[in-house]
């Protein structure tokens, strides 16, 4: 059943992210960093990348929260990633992370494994396959294979939530998402976003200008999540493949109206 | 009242650009790469981007212009961006410099401070708060704050420009350019142009080919920003937001009649 | 006389991308990253971008093909690139070598040597300058100068794959692939991709993937490249310039359908 309380909640966070217009510093991959900086132009944040060493610490501090993304990663933007993230956790900064690619090679399983341990991580969001593999081999009861459906995983990213210490936010057909006690679902989104590099990231840069906003982790990932679904559907109905899609997603997360996304937004939430 | 002489100087430029096709070496940043190389192949110049210590010489000495843009920096691409100007310097090569984020962290201000004072560069294009934020705190009597209207800056920036002998180019609603003599201001423009990233990177882009084929900086930041300005005028006219926006630009910028252009530029000019 | 063995195959290799989905491991330039990686999912592939060090060689073994390209090389980079490369040679994973620059520089002109002597490398993708820059100076006989024509660098380039040992793709207004013996022609494109940031960087990435599929390097080559050029006739027949051109290209990659392809591809081939 869809939950009107977070349809509301969408859109006063989307509100709330246009009046505020919160920084958020990325450091993230290279393939995304011109569409995930539109596209937090276009939700109305104000993003910055900047990775150097000597500048993530004052840079994180003027920002509403920090996104990290390891999809081009190195050891050396690890370290940064570690940098800043230990200056946004002391100063209560939130922060999300994208394991772009753990579980393929064995760096970006690591990388993403010591970012959630050294750091107080609000959010982790990732495809079913990513997000399972953060779980150690053999720690959990539920298979994990190659073909994770969302709904196959709902069981273990709750007990993966629990045992992690943050919000999962598992993005797929359905999106998931999961603070170990509440799973909320949402059903907005449109099968040309698989086909666009990048969406995946950009949802996470999106997710980064609501927790800006909302200290509420879980519902700052849902109604996110949403908002992007949705201005995905509202773009594919004026795309004519990717290329023009990824065009017209920018136009519509620019656009949204916060009471017409009340009634579009689906979303659902069991307390668990 | 507008110029004549500018408008036509204008047109004349951009015909020079398309005539000559510059090679413009960009040494800038992550984000705004392909952004920037495709509005300076719509414009009729020819980018490349290059940034190993190894071969940055080399490949400045075959360009019109080098471009210099910290929006990503680090201490390496900092000392290359050096290496890179003292070559340009040497064999009279014109540079321009966007110091983004100047004034948001030490690193930034202190690195934008360094290439101005162990270089020769020809014009500095930035916002109210970059720019001004190179000037050494006290050293100016007029008040800085963070909502620099571009009026508010005009006296202040004619003073910095003097000291730090360069042209600067303050870009705003209407755009402000000083040799520390004449002012110069731009009056077009369109507001979607703040809600795609790199529009400014991109302007400063566009002025490196304008300085290829134009010896007076000030007239070639100046034009450049018309013809830029104008092109953003053209590209809101079939947008429906700032996807579409940034992919009209291009356009407008590849189609810009020189004919057409004259009678549409809004250029003054005060000579002090 | 146009092939229509080589169109049938064409329109096969592009069945074969799309249903095996192959994984495409980018070593590539930073300009075009975002803009590969969509061409690579618009025609089915699947696309990676990693240069750490740590996780090259344990990325490429999961891929179908690898794509080298220097266009924003540094010595680090060519080191992973080297590295990756061993490790898809000892797997017999197809490389194919974009030399963006060789020849501006000596450091893109050893650079790319150094990767072809040390390299099994399947094919090398560039425009005459840069393909004819491979040549040793004076050890061919055919005169090299900046206007090449794919016309007049055929005879050379036939002498160069066979001293290199690999297929040479020289792309321009035709295209002219040759592995020493057969000689085919591409008459597909249009004079816009000239005017987009990246176009002959994301041939080299659509024929990575064709590369995955079929063992022959030179079919690989010659299908890809007249599908992506046939993309790009019917691309610029929606387009008002090159940004919208680039948006158009993606969408024609996506939409290209197996039948209609092969009536309209022209390639020709000279066995010889």
Chains 1, 2, 3 share one sequence.
Not at 51 to 57: D, G, K, M, S
């Amino acid at each position: 059943m869809l939950n009107s309380k977070m349809a509301e909640r969408a859109a006063e966070n989307l509100r709330q992210v246009r009046e505020k217009r919160p920084l958020i510093h990325n450091i993230t991959n290279f393939v995304v960093m011109n569409f995930t900086a539109n596209a937090l132009l276009a939700c109305g944040a104000s993003p910055v990348m900047a990775h150097a060493p000597e500048e993530v610490e004052e840079m994180v501090s003027l920002a509403g929260a920090l996104v990290l993304n390891i999809g081009t990663l190195t050891l050396e933007w690890i370290e940064t990633m570690v940098k800043a993230g230990r200056q946004a956790n002391e100063r209560n900064i939130p922060i999300v992370l994208d394991p772009v690619g753990s579980g393929a090679t064995r760096l970006r399983t690591h990388s993403a494994k010591r970012l959630i341990d050294e750091l107080n991580i609000q959010v982790v969001r990732g495809n079913a396959s990513e997000v399972l593999s953060l779980a150690d081999a053999g720690s959990l009861t539920k298979g994990v294979d190659a073909q994770h459906s969302v709904e196959e995983v709902a069981e273990t990213a709750v007990l993966l939530s629990q045992k992690l210490g943050t919000t999962l936010a598992i993005t797929g057909k359905e999106d998931l998402i999961t603070d170990g006690k509440r799973v909320c679902r949402v059903m907005n989104g449109h099968e040309l976003m698989g086909h666009v590099t990048g969406t995946g990231c950009t949802a996470t840069a999106v997710m980064g200008a609501f927790l800006a906003v909302c200290a509420d982790a879980t519902e700052a990932a849902t109604t996110s999540l949403a908002y992007y679904g949705l201005a995905g559907e509202r773009a594919a109905g004026s795309a004519n493949g990717p290329g023009s899609f990824q065009v017209a997603l920018l136009d519509a997360l620019y656009h949204m109206d916060c009471d017409g996304m009340k009634e579009e937004v689906a979303i659902s939430v069991n307390e668990g």
